[in-house]
């Protein structure tokens, strides 16, 4: 076990693979370091691949009066000084968008990709926030339990198992604050600011994400010139999760065309 010990904080963190370019992965707010399951076992024959517990999840709860989710980016920053690693890629899903849109607009020398799947970071300009109100207005009630929302109706229907592997994972965050998405969805960067840093990024979505909306992906992809934007079938928030397969070659196939 392994922890980088900041400011009294301590972040747990697993350090896998070989020679390759560094990669973090952060995950969402319904996950913790064992959500790459599917991931890290394929991309570590390539890459350095780091995961990590986030600030409030997992081995990794916030120290009283800390920053919660504010810390994010600076801890993915911290982390990496740590490791002693001057340049990665940022790979997250849902919450770990957040902190790659504060570590790159900080310090964008220090990443030769992004991947912002199934998340936007909270990126934003007055166009996309117009379109996420009318997007939230038009979507249907979410379940009431976080992980459920998380996948995608036809995943939650082929894979019962899977599912339940699902929940037993985000069960194991409890010291995760309950007001952590309104504290999350306080935090906005501009988009321009992103943009501007001219980090290579893929926008990575899902027909059934009801949490953060294919259109939502797709727009913010369109103001962050030289993006890509990939859009998955039949997966939910999770898609990493929920169609690994998939997930695994549309990202390896990016990280591969900018590693360095």
Not at 29 to 52: E, K
Not at 81 to 88: F, K, M, S, T, Y
Not at 230 to 248: C, I, L, M
């Amino acid at each position: 076990m392994a922890f980088m010990v900041k400011d009294g904080f301590r972040l747990y963190y697993e350090d896998t693979g070989g020679s390759g370019p560094a990669v973090l992965f952060l995950h969402g707010a319904g996950g913790n370091h064992l959500s790459w399951w599917q991931q890290v076992p394929v991309f570590a024959r390539d890459y350095r691949c780091i995961t990590a517990d986030q600030r409030c999840f997992g081995q990794s709860p916030d120290v009283p009066g800390g920053p919660g989710p504010a810390g994010l980016a600076t801890d993915a920053l911290a982390l990496l000084e740590h490791l002693g690693i001057a340049r990665a890629a940022l790979v997250a899903q849902s919450m770990g968008g957040w902190a790659i849109a504060g570590a790159v607009t900080r310090a964008p020398e220090r990443f030769w990709a992004a991947v912002m799947a199934n998340t936007v970071g909270n990126l934003t300009n007055p166009a996309i926030a117009e379109l996420r109100q009318r997007l939230a207005a038009a979507s249907p009630p979410r379940p009431p339990v976080l992980w459920q929302a998380a996948l995608g109706e036809t995943f939650r229907k082929a894979e019962p198992v899977r599912s339940f592997l699902y929940a037993q994972i985000a069960g194991l965050n409890i010291s995760a604050p309950p007001d952590i998405r309104e504290r999350l969805f306080r935090l906005t960067t501009p988009v321009e600011y992103y943009a501007r840093a001219g980090v290579p990024t893929l926008f990575l979505t899902s027909d059934e994400d009801g949490l953060i909306r294919p259109e939502l992906s797709e727009m913010v992809h369109q103001h962050v010139p030289g993006s890509r934007f990939v859009r998955v079938k039949d997966a939910g928030h999770s898609t990493y999760f929920e169609q690994p397969d998939v997930w695994n070659r549309e990202v390896g196939a990016f990280l591969k065309e900018h590693a360095r």
